[in-house]
C-alpha cells in the first residue's frame, strides 16, 4: 500500500525538472502513506507528471520502485494497493512472452493492462487498488480504482490543470491549485458527517467512482465508464438467488472466506490482525489463524468505561484460538491527544469519532506488523446494523397509514414539548423508561412521515437535516433516490444497498485507510473481496438476519472455528465516550470552535441551530454528540487547511503508543 500523486497541465508550461519536483513535492505530502522508497517521472512534452511513495509489502527490492515504466516502455503506473491473484496473471503473461524484472503486482498490472487494456485488467483482479497509467503513445491519462472503494482516489479540474492522486493534501503542494469549499459538498458532509458518493469539499474536485475508471486525454477532455457496479451486483444477486441448501450455503461462505484470507496472507513483510472481539473480525482472524504455522499477532483497544470496552471478548477470542495478542487500555487523555492531529491526517472533513481508536490501534499493530487484515465490511454486506432492523419494523409499522395521516400523526406528537413526553413517562419503572423520551418521540415522529425507506433511511443517519449552510443546494445523492431500489421488497436490503454505495467506501473504508496510513500500516479487508461481495447479496434476506440474530450465516461460519458462547452477545460499536468527554475534558475546546464568532468565519455555517445544540448538550437536556462532532471536526479542518491556524490544543507530535501490555495465551512463551 503507498499513496501517489500527479497532475497533466494541458497547455505543457512546465519544464522538465520543475515537473519532477512539484511531482515529488506532491508524493512527499504522503510520505506517511509510503515511507520506504519514492520517486518521480514526467514528460515535458505531454506536460504530465508522476509522484510516487512506497510501503515495501511484496518484492521489497529496487524491482518495485515506482513510478513503473513498462518492459515496451509505452505505459507508466502509480499504483496504490494490492493484488492478490497476481501470481495467476503473471504466469498467463509470462506464457505471452513477458520476462518480469521482478515478482512485484504493480509489473503484473502494469503490463496486463497494457496487454489486455484497462477495462479488462481491472475486471480480473482480486485486490484493492487505485492507479494512475500514462499512455505515451496515444497520450492518454486513465485512472482506476477498485470495486468497492477501499483505496482512495481524487481527482480535481481547473485553469487547464488535472490534478490527481491518493490524498486531497498532495494537491496543496502544486503552485496551480486553488482550494475552493463546495458548498453543496460541505452540507452533504454535515448531514452524515463524511463526504458522501463521489464528493470532495474543493469545489471541482471528486473521488473517481468505486469500480470506475476515468481516462483524460491530453486536451483534459474526460470519458467515464463502470467496470464494476455495486448496485447491478445486487441486482443481479437478487435475480439469482442462492439456490441451495443453508449447509450448502454455509460451506460456500466458509471456502470463500478462507480463501480470501489466504490471499491476502501473501506478504514479504510481519502482517497480523485487529481483533475487537466482534463476529467479523473474530472470524477473519479465525480464517488467518487457520492457516498459519505459528500464531498469528493480534491486537485490540479497550476502554475504562466499560459499556464502551470489547477487550475482554477478544482477549477470550485469542485465548481459545491461541493468537499472540497484544492489547491497549486507552485513557481519555490518550484518545483526546489525537484531536488536534485529526484534520492532518483526514484532510477532507470527517466526523466519525471512531477515527480515534481506529488510529491507535493501527499504532498498536504497526509497533509489531507492517500488514493487518480487518473485518471490515460484514455488517454493509450481512445485516450487522441495529439499525437496518429498526428501519423495517419501523416502515412496517408506518406502512399501515395513508402519507398524509403519518404526517399528521407525526405533527400531533412533535406538538407536545419534549420536557412534557418526559414528564409523561416518568412514574414508569426505570427498567422500562428509555432514556430521553421526549427527544426519542420527537425523532420517531419525524421518521413516521417519511415517504419512503430510503427516506426514512436517510433520515435516520442524518446528523444535520436542518439547514446549517447558508447557500448550498441540494445535497442528496442520486443513489438514495433511485427507483431500482423498489425491487426489493426487503427494507432491510434496501438500506444494505444504500450503504454499500455511501456509508461504507465513504465512511468505513476512508476511516481505515488514513487511520492505517497515517502510521504506514497496510490494512487488507477479506470480507470486501468481490467474490464474497456478490456471493452475498445472491442470499435470501433469512440467511443474514433472523430474530435475535443478524449476521445469521457468518455467525454459522464462525461457529465452526471459535464457541458461540464467547461471541453470541448484543453488537458493540468501536466507539468512544464523546458525549462525555464533550461535557468534560474537550468543553473548552468546543466552546471555542462552537463560539458565535468562530462559527461565522468564513460565513459556511448558520450559528444559530448550533449553538442552540451546544447548549443542550453542554446542560445535558439532550445528546447532540454526533452533531456536534461533525461540526467540530469542519472547523478544526477549516483552521488547518483553509486559514493555516493551529488547533486551539496544544500539538503532541507524533503519534505515540503508551503502556501496550501483550497478552499470550497460558503456555505460551515470548
Known amino acids: 500500500m503507498c499513496g501517489f500523486a500527479g497532475f497533466l497541465d494541458t497547455r505543457q508550461r512546465y519544464p522538465q525538472a520543475e515537473l519532477l519536483a512539484v511531482a515529488t513535492a506532491m508524493a512527499d ?16 512534452a505531454a506536460g504530465v507528471a508522476l509522484g510516487f511513495r512506497r510501503l515495501a509489502i511484496v518484492d521489497l527490492s529496487p524491482a518495485g520502485h515506482q513510478p513503473m515504466v513498462s518492459a515496451s516502455g509505452r505505459s507508466v503506473i502509480v499504483f496504490n494497493g494490492e493484488i492478490y491473484n497476481a501470481a495467476e496473471l503473471r504466469a498467463e503473461l509470462e506464457a505471452a512472452g513477458l520476462r518480469p524484472r521482478g515478482r512485484s503486482d504493480t509489473e503484473v498490472l502494469l503490463e496486463a493492462c497494457e496487454a489486455w487494456g484497462v477495462p479488462r485488467t481491472a475486471r480480473r483482479l482480486i485486490g484493492m487498488f487505485a492507479f494512475a497509467l500514462w ?17 482512495p482516489l481524487y481527482l480535481a479540474t481547473g485553469g487547464g490543470m488535472v490534478f490527481f492522486g491518493s490524498q486531497l493534501k498532495s494537491f496543496h503542494a502544486h503552485p496551480d491549485w486553488r482550494p475552493e469549499v463546495d458548498r453543496t459538498s460541505l452540507a452533504a458532509y454535515m448531514r452524515f458527517a463524511y463526504m458522501p458518493g463521489r464528493r470532495s ?28 457496479s455495486g448496485f447491478d451486483v445486487a441486482l443481479q444477486g437478487r435475480r439469482e438467488r442462492f439456490a441451495g441448501s443453508e449447509a450448502e450455503a454455509i460451506d460456500a461462505l466458509d471456502t470463500l472466506v478462507r480463501d480470501a484470507v489466504a490471499r491476502r496472507m501473501v506478504a514479504d513483510v510481519p ?14 482472524t479465525a480464517a488467518m489463524q487457520a492457516q498459519s504455522p505459528q500464531p498469528v499477532k493480534t491486537f485490540s483497544i479497550g476502554f475504562a468505561e466499560q459499556s464502551f470496552d470489547e477487550a475482554p471478548y477478544a482477549r477470550a477470542i485469542a485465548r481459545h484460538l491461541g493468537t499472540d495478542h497484544h492489547e491497549l487500555y ?40 507492517t500488514v493487518t487484515l480487518s473485518g471490515d465490511g460484514g455488517d454493509e454486506l450481512f445485516g450487522g446494523y441495529p439499525r ?3 428501519a423495517a419494523r419501523f416502515r412496517g409499522v408506518a406502512g399501515l397509514l395513508p402519507a398524509g395521516a403519518r404526517r399528521g400523526v407525526a405533527r400531533l406528537l412533535q406538538a407536545v414539548p419534549t420536557g412534557m413526553w418526559d414528564a409523561l413517562a416518568a412514574p414508569l419503572p426505570a427498567a422500562l423508561r428509555p432514556e430521553r423520551v421526549g427527544d426519542r418521540v420527537h425523532k420517531g415522529a419525524d421518521w413516521f412521515a417519511m415517504p419512503t425507506p430510503e427516506a426514512l433511511y436517510r433520515r435516520m443517519v442524518s446528523q444535520w437535516e436542518e439547514p446549517v449552510v447558508p447557500g448550498a443546494g441540494d445535497a442528496v445523492d442520486p443513489v438514495w433516490l433511485d427507483p431500482r431500489a423498489g425491487v426489493f421488497d426487503d427494507v432491510r436490503e434496501r438500506c444494505q444497498l444504500v450503504d454499500l454505495l455511501t456509508y461504507l467506501p465513504d ?26 461481495v456478490e456471493f452475498a447479496w445472491r442470499l435470501p434476506p433469512s440467511y443474514k438476519g433472523r430474530p435475535g440474530a443478524s449476521k445469521w450465516i457468518l455467525r454459522r461460519v464462525l461457529a465452526r472455528y471459535v464457541p458461540t458462547a464467547l461471541f453470541e452477545r448484543p453488537k458493540m460499536g468501536f466507539e468512544v465516550p464523546l458525549a462525555q468527554w464533550l461535557r468534560g475534558p474537550l468543553a473548552d475546546w468546543a466552546e471555542d470552535l462552537l463560539s458565535e464568532a468562530s462559527l461565522s468565519e468564513g460565513g459556511f455555517l448558520s450559528p444559530a441551530p448550533i449553538r442552540r445544540r451546544w447548549l443542550e448538550h453542554r446542560s445535558g437536556r439532550r445528546n447532540w454528540q454526533y452533531a456536534l462532532w461533525t461540526v467540530l471536526m469542519f472547523q478544526e479542518w477549516r483552521r488547518r487547511w483553509l486559514s493555516g491556524a493551529p488547533s486551539r490544543l496544544a500539538l503532541t507530535g507524533g503519534l505515540a503508543v503508551p503502556d501496550v501490555s501483550p497478552y499470550r495465551p497460558a503456555g505460551q512463551t515470548a
Request: glycine share 8%.
Open 388 to 390: 437496518y432492523d429498526f
Open 135 to 151: 499512455d505515451r503513445a496515444a497520450r492518454r491519462l486513465t485512472l482506476a480504482r477498485d470495486r468497492v472503494g477501499i483505496k
Open 330 to 369: 486507552v485513557a481519555p487523555s490518550e484518545a483526546l491527544d489525537l484531536v488536534p492531529r485529526l484534520a492532518d491526517w483526514y484532510d477532507e472533513p470527517f466526523a466519525d469519532a471512531s477515527q480515534m481508536p481506529t488510529l491507535l490501534v493501527s499504532a498498536l499493530a504497526r509497533r509489531m506488523v
Open 29 to 44: 505530502r504522503v510520505r506517511h502513506r509510503g515511507p520506504d522508497d519514492g520517486g518521480a517521472w514526467a514528460d515535458e
Open 201 to 228: 469539499i474543493f469545489a471541482g474536485c471528486r473521488q473517481v467512482a468505486p469500480g470506475g475508471i476515468v481516462t483524460v486525454d491530453e486536451t483534459g477532455a474526460i470519458a467515464e465508464e463502470t467496470f464494476w
Open 507 to 532: 465512511d468505513i473504508l476512508a476511516k481505515v485507510d488514513r487511520a492505517s496510513m497515517a502510521v504506514s500500516l497496510e490494512a487488507r479487508v477479506p470480507l470486501l473481496d468481490h467474490r464474497i
Open 271 to 284: 502482517l497480523g490482525a485487529f481483533l475487537s472481539g466482534g463476529i467479523d473480525s473474530s472470524l477473519v
